[in-house]
């Protein structure tokens, strides 16, 4: 089922959110130690080197090289050894040119997203995780920016560190991007389970998944068999496979019901997003 992108979510008001976060991004930059900068913030990556994937990223959307990393034939593992990859253009700059970095390529992608027509973000293309709209690649850089900021707040202020903040408009962006992309993988995953999968993000939307007729999104009548709610921000970090659901779930930011089968535990086992 397509489904094109909802009001609220064009390409002017993702670029838009893609401004904020960036800005909030190079705050969260300066307010950091040279020391803080080079604490690990993931295996065998620094925290400058996670602002330096951000900057980078910018640049390879903006040129077109991001988009064919994600091609069909490509796979999680490949994609994450180009990210080591592209890192290293960025190795030997300092602090002050790796800000002008994001800044300069954040604008530059910002300027490039408001200015796609939004017949052409409609337009649906084969990725590595199934069929999904070219609006959905520009949801990928805002999510990538939010679940690394989170990772910069683990790495310099521990695990009791707060989330990082998310504006409605960028909950409800991240919101649609997830559910967009979960069924893709999923329902390949699920192929030969039957049920009727209703997943519920915050207070906003609300999307069945029919496994047996390979459906999905916020128009399908099905009687729902089994329910799965959960905030965006947890969607993420399971996505991002930074928090497992069993995790979530125990901590009450995902509430499964009605899942005798199991099948909506299973869809859970199925999210990824890089």
Known sequence: MATAVPVGMRTRDIAAVIRRLRGATLLRFDSLSDTDLEREALPDWTVADVFRHLADSDRGS?????????????????????????????????????????????????????ATPNVLARRQVSLAFGRLPLAWMAGLRPYDEWVHNWDIAQAVDGPEAREPAMEPALRDLLAWFQLRALPADALLQLGTRDGVVEVA???????????AAGTWGPDVAATPTARIELDVAAFCLLAAARVPWATLEAAGRIRVDDDEAGTAHAVLDAVRVV
């Open 201 to 211: 993000v915050d207070e906003g939307p609300t999307w069945r998944f029919d496994l």
């Open 62 to 114: 903006v040129l077109g090289a991001h988009l064919l990393e994600f091609l069909p034939s490509k796979d999680l593992d490949e994609f994450e050894k180009q990210n080591d990859v592209n890192l290293e253009r960025l190795r030997a700059v300092g602090r002050t040119q790796l800000r002008r970095e994001l800044e300069v390529w954040g604008q530059r992608l910002a300027r490039v997203i408001a």
